[in-house]
């Protein structure tokens, strides 16, 4: 089945309408969106960073939608009494319709520790790697095939082009979004040198570089 995944800007995605992930909206100087018109059921955060938890709580709080983090991040969602499910690294849950595994992230953060997710529905695996460097066991995450993978390019904070490159080796995805690149003058301002890295080595797979509320079918 045809999913469809909306690109918010930085890290923040939108997928089939319902799942949200790392909603960074209302503090984004690039997001033209109003977090209080965002729906979806599920809010996906990958660490408490404040580009990622973003409006999170306060989508929560409007929508009913149930917060997927990290137990402490997730803790502090019930603290506020909102709907949310802990969980940590290796962990996979339900949520509705949805597995969400919660896999490694090498990065930092405040509460918890930082993770990415394997999000599946329908038969399509998506792979949001959160914010983080490159490590080897995305091997392991590509194991079962993957039809899509979020992936940050901005580097300084995250995985820059080269190592973005080389986790694509890794994931084996058919289909990349770059992200978290050009938010701020600090990390890269384009995607295009990824792009053209990408198109040159896999000549297979599909790149595509979303404009801020784009939406693609995979
Ligand atoms: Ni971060
Ligand atoms: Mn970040």
Known sequence: MTMKVKYLGHSCFLINGELLIDPFISGNPKCPFDPSEIKCKIICVTHDHSDHLGDAFDIAANTGATVVAIHEVAQEALSRGLNAEGMNIGGEISVGEWKIKMVLALHSSNLGHPAGFV?????????????????????????????????PIGDRYTMGTKDAIKAVEFLNPKMVIPMHYGTFPIINQSADEFKKEFELKFPGKVIKVLEIGEEVDF
């Open 119 to 151: 999000l599946e529905k329908d038969g399509k695996r998506i792979y949001h790697a959160g914010d983080t460097g490159l490590f080897g066991d995305m091997k392991l995450i590509g194991e079962d095939g993957l039809d899509l993978a979020l992936l």
